[in-house]
């Protein structure tokens, strides 16, 4: 029972090659290439594209799907510039291999601006392809010829499908330029779709890292640090034996891993080791002295002008763990001068690099398959995970699954760094803002140092603003988590110009307008205004609060609506309207602002990172409590496109905006405004 | 270690494992049946949900040994093919962003209909308040279970 196989599993994790590493995605080059088989010819013009004879037009996915969408996105660009039938539209995930590449790593909103233009180009150049194969059977100009969903048509009517044209197409000579649609003819982007994964998850057949079963696996967990920099002095490993189903328990660089025939044997056998830790130089490290580091390393403001009105704030920011639902996990298969890991990796190039170093092999012996990803927020670049399970599986020479337990993922993360804003401002006696020092200071430790948090950003013509940054260099990993700088910064600025708004007597709404020159941030901001109804009578405990952000090619304006009964405060509705440029995927857009909604409810009220003793003190989601369906408020979506002609990123804008729209909805019920995160009444000043 | 007769699903399964192993562990490591989730291990997240003779239960907080004749169906024995009232209902509203903890929370939406064919909003909110959706999709669950209950009442 115990090594019981599944085929259809297996079969999803054939391997798709990847081009070559060098090969940067803007320069993907059209090709013809084809292969026979049984059934007839593929036609496979590029690496993203192939059409079988049986008409199923499979799309190569190049990035990783976390949840944002990317497999179905990318699927409808190319069945929109194919006209591809979109029920004959398969996917298939690229990962790191010898040749077909998901390179470039899944982040920073950067999929779809990234790759639309090129996606378009390529697939509009293999439906000239299919075109030009059927005008030649017909003997017709081809440009007498149109396609629609699948097939190609010539000028009497007649048709022919894609996949009859496979053999005939692949003979075809690639076209040096091939012009996409204009984007009034587009039929699928901009229509939504369902995703291509649905049916997969909710049968419970989609797999992710931790569902994938190599015949052989023995799983491990790992002991670990119990302070940031400890080292390892021993172990004790005598009763980690006796524990039935367990292997072996071995020293790695990260701690112990005890090796055994199941998950649970594993967890056992790591509870009865014996381990003594060095605990080293943050042994004594907690979150009070990260404050006051950051505090003491915020520097001065500028002076402000005399006689002006002047406003002063800080808010501070607590580090914050990603928690994806899938902790972090792998399986590695280390075989001499070779090695295959499957793992749910934002950067499969990035690992694939980390683990031929590692290994002292070359990259291109070193296949990394990406399924599924259980959430990401960011967490799925670093790698450490799979650090760990190359290194045991070259010990124990199996393949290997490691889990981490959600204690270990809570407390082995890189986190979106804590950090402190501070603002001093001055506004005139006509209500103009005159004066804008900003102070930023982070954590900033591991990867995320100095300078990498606290760029300013302001989404406001300001011209007197100055802003200054610096690293509290404290020695708790730090990466990217949604919306990177953005998390701490924009809720700073933007709960920050609410308080210089009622400083100057002014409706928050019609401040921002003023200070806004950006026709698309006007709009997305008045739209806002609008849908909530801003200004309207409310109940008694209930108020408005409204933010905007704009970046990474979109712009997303909240008004979010809250009621505060003694110390509890509720979110009621969050309205957003965001500009994306192009929605390839509306509802898909809609699913990523409801989402960072939540993110927004979770940690504006709800969750922190506390250090003590240097380490993370939550263990789970009871004390990480994320927001549940009952924090969850009514959300309204309203996408505005206004008139840009290529998409935005959607992964990051949803975020940076609900936390100030929140803390500045407070701030309308009780008069009180927010200095740290996550809010509590008490603390409201 | 032990043999366990268990009926997965409708089938009878026999496994071989220690007294206190957690059923998620049998059915994951052991049966293979992985649409049931690891998210914590200590009951506070849901994604592990199972139906023990109709029943949500955390399969990480319930032994092999404590499970006896009674029946479990897991996310995979819902229906043969998606078809499920509540897994209609999911597809309807593209319930799923990562899709790592709709199993559990499709499980919990199941047990609740059978108790409250029509559920009030507030019902949802209490039967599906140990699980976690780190996607933050709960506004499209509470709309697909009002959706479910109704082609529950109506399909049936």
New interface residues.
Partial sequence: ??S???VS?RSIFKIVGGIGAGLALGCVPLRAAERSDKKGVVFAPNEYITVGPDGIVTVTITRS?????IRTTIAMIVAEELDADWNHVRVTQAGAGSKRVNGGGTGGSSSTPGLYNNLRKIAAGSRQMLVEAAAKQWGVDPSTCHTAAGKVFNASGKAISYGELTAAASLMTPPADAKPKPRSEFKIIGKSK??V????????????G??V?VDGMV?AVVSRRPAIGATLKSFDATATKKV??VIDAIQIASGVAVIAT????A?QGRDALKVEWDNGPNAELDSKQVSSKMRAALGEHTEMPAGAKVVEASYEFPFLAH?????MNAVADVKDGSCTVWTGSQAPTGAQQQVARQLGIEASNVTINVP?????FGRRFMHDWVSEVVEISKAVKKPVKL?Y??DDDLRTDFYRPAGIRSFKGAISSSGEIVGWSGLAADSAGGRGGKGRVGKPAIPYDIPSATNQQAGAGIAVPTGAWRSVENSTNNPAYECFVDELAHAAGKDPVAFRQALISDPRLKHVLATVAEKAGWGKALPAGHGMGVAVFKGYGSYAAHVAEVSVKGDAIKVVRVVCAVDPGIAVNP?GVE?QI??????GVATALKVSITLEKGLAAET???DYN?????D?P??EVHIVESGDNSPGGMGEVGYPSVIPAIANAIAAVTGKRARKFPIKVSELV | MAVYKLSVNGVERSVDAVSDMPVLWVLRDMLGLTGSKYGCGVGSCGACAILVDGEEVLSCQMSVKDVGKKRITTVEGLSKNGTHPVQKAWLQHDVPQCGYCQSGQIIAAAALLKKHPRPTDAQIESALSSHICRCGTYQRIREAIHTAAGLAVGGK
């Fill in positions: 029972m115990g019981m196989t599944n599993r799907d976390m949840g944002q969408g369902s995703r994964d649905n049916l997969d998850v909710v049968t419970g057949r989609a797999i992710y931790q569902d079963h799983f039935s189903g199941n998950t649970y044997a967890t928690a994806t639902l899938e902790p599924l990803l259980g959430g990401g889990l337990t959600r509802r699913a409801q989402g960072a909604i939540i993110d789970s989601y009871f994320w927001a549940r369906i009952g969850a009514k959300t």
